[in-house]
T-cell receptor, first 115, second 114 residues
Framework: DAGVIQSPRHEVTEMGQEVTLRCKPI?????LFWYRQTMMRGLELLIY????????DSGMPEDRFSAKMPNASFSTLKIQPSEPRDSAVYFC?????????????FGSGTQLSVL | AQKVTQAQTEISVVEKEDVTLDCVYE???????LFWYKQPPSGELVFLIR??????QNEISGRYSWNFQKSTSSFNFTITASQVVDSAVYFC???????????FGAGTILRVKS
């Protein structure tokens, strides 16, 4: 079975540009998470969906960040406009059941560099 | 609020040595879940173990073992006879049953030298 699929693997963009990160969770999983990893702040939960509904977006840094899950097999994380401080690895993860109490399956991540 | 502390930033050992990675957590919930994840150089996080707050039995899986002690709010991870392939960043994480939010510690970098 395919795992969590993220695209692109690497993204280099200039400050001010819009960036869209994509995620396909494991089929049948009903929880999806977006995490950001930086050296300074470690792994931070940005937003969590359950059955395609955003449950907790308290980790979204500011209005420049938005996430959607239009259906059970696809989610996007958008940054508009991007800034150099957004440079990080962004991970998508999915799980069966509700929330972070179950085992999470992570994608390979998207390495974002904002110049 | 929930919190996970991994005080060891980096550990270096020589192959075949045993190594213990420490994890201390804070939570007000009586029901919670503890995890360990491994992040090898390839970058993808890999699940290792999940424990709920009502199960304090230690667990052994091959060269890996975990010691859960509620009295000290610790969930330590030991690798016996370490190998170079164990080199990775190891994360301890906590999820409260109420909040459903998985919070990670800062991670411990383990370097195993041959």
């Amino acid at each position: 079975d395919a795992g969590v699929i993220q695209s692109p693997r690497h993204e280099v963009t200039e400050m001010g540009q819009e960036v869209t990160l994509r995620c396909k969770p494991i089929s049948g999983h009903n929880s999806l998470f977006w995490y950001r990893q930086t050296m300074m702040r470690g792994l931070e939960l940005l937003i969590y969906f359950n059955n395609n509904v955003p449950i907790d977006d308290s980790g979204m840094p500011e209005d420049r960040f938005s996430a959607k899950m239009p259906n059970a097999s696809f989610s996007t994380l958008k940054i508009q406009p991007s800034e150099p401080r957004d440079s990080a690895v962004y991970f998508c993860a999915s799980s069966l059941g509700q929330g972070g109490v179950e085992k999470l399956f992570f994608g390979s991540g998207t390495q974002l560099s904002v110049l | 609020a929930q919190k996970v502390t991994q005080a060891q930033t980096e550990i270096s050992v020589v192959e075949k040595e045993d190594v213990t990675l420490d994890c201390v957590y804070e939570t007000r919930d009586t029901t919670y879940y503890l995890f360990w994840y491994k992040q090898p150089p390839s970058g993808e996080l890999v699940f290792l173990i999940r424990r709920n707050s009502f199960d304090e039995q230690n667990e052994i899986s091959g060269r890996y073992s975990w010691n859960f002690q509620k009295s000290t709010s610790s969930f330590n991870f030991t690798i016996t006879a370490s190998q170079v392939v164990d080199s990775a960043v190891y994360f301890c994480a906590l999820s409260e049953a109420q909040g459903n939010k998985l919070v990670f510690g800062a991670g411990t970098i383990l370097r195993v030298k041959s």
